[in-house]
Nanobody, 124 residues
Framework: VQLQASGGGLVQPGDSLRLSCTVSERPSSSISMAWFRQAPGLEREFVGAIWRNSGNIYYSDSVKGRFTISRDNAKTTVYLQMDSLKSEDTALYYC??????????????????WGQGTLVTVSS
């Protein structure tokens, strides 16, 4: 499974941006798709995830209400819609995939497949 993340860029505080993660093959029903981010000097942080084919979506508290995860009907592209962006959202954003159990959906170490990362910079 190969993942390709795209859509990053430089935006101002309050702006919106949509990231995309394209999967090389349609994932099985056991695969969860997630977004993580990593700011300079900090550890990789969970942003949100779609758990398996359940349709259940989980977000970190820091982005809940501002970010929205969705995917296309073919389930080969996962989106991260980011609204009301703040300077603290500046980071390298990664998409990830793996057959994780629900209790591990927020744990970066549980994900087997990773995209290359796309940079989001929020600055005035």
């Amino acid at each position: 499974v190969q993942l390709q993340a795209s859509g990053g860029g430089l935006v101002q505080p309050g702006d919106s941006l949509r990231l995309s993660c394209t999967v090389s093959e349609r994932p099985s029903s056991s695969i969860s798709m997630a977004w993580f981010r990593q700011a300079p000097g900090l550890e990789r942080e969970f942003v949100g995830a779609i758990w398996r084919n359940s349709g259940n979506i989980y977000y970190s508290d820091s982005v809940k209400g501002r970010f929205t995860i969705s995917r296309d009907n073919a389930k080969t592209t996962v989106y991260l819609q980011m609204d009301s962006l703040k300077s603290e959202d500046t980071a390298l954003y990664y998409c990830a995939a793996s057959p994780v159990i629900l209790s591990e959906v927020r744990n970066a170490r549980s994900y087997r497949y990773w995209g290359q990362g796309t940079l989001v910079t929020v600055s005035s």
